[in-house]
Nanobody, 120 residues
Framework: QVQLVESGGGWVQAGGSLSLSCAAS????????MGWFRQAPGKERDLVAA????????YYEDSVKGRFTVSRDNAKNTVYLQMNSLKPEDTAVYYC?????????????WGQGTQVTVSS
């Protein structure tokens, strides 16, 4: 059974930082690209960052470039999202996802999501 378990969400003031982690089990982690999606109330779920299976290629949505950093540790079956200079518009539920296709708008497996709230 595949499990993706996010942790690290919470509340932070604008300008602050949060670090998300996603621990994977039940799949060959190093064979999957990993993505971080977010969904704000009333909006669609969007890809904000992705990392290829090897960790060499990384993608960022324009609004988070320079502020967010995605990384992975294949030895620990874990993907990370470091979020700096957070803005109120970053408030959303953040989901990690295992993807057969790097930078896809969909995923083979999803985590349960973790809430990130940024106050102004």
């Amino acid at each position: 059974q595949v499990q993706l378990v996010e942790s690290g969400g919470g509340w932070v003031q604008a300008g602050g930082s949060l670090s998300l982690s996603c621990a994977a089990s039940g799949l060959t982690f190093s064979s999957y690209a990993m993505g971080w999606f977010r969904q704000a109330p009333g909006k669609e779920r969007d890809l904000v960052a992705a990392v290829s299976s090897s960790g060499i290629r990384r993608y960022y949505e324009d609004s988070v470039k320079g502020r967010f950093t995605v990384s992975r540790d294949n030895a620990k079956n874990t993907v990370y999202l470091q979020m700096n200079s957070l803005k109120p518009e970053d408030t959303a539920v953040y989901y990690c996802a295992a993807q057969s296709t790097y930078r896809s708008n969909w995923a083979d497996y999803w985590g349960q999501g973790t809430q990130v709230t940024v106050s102004s």
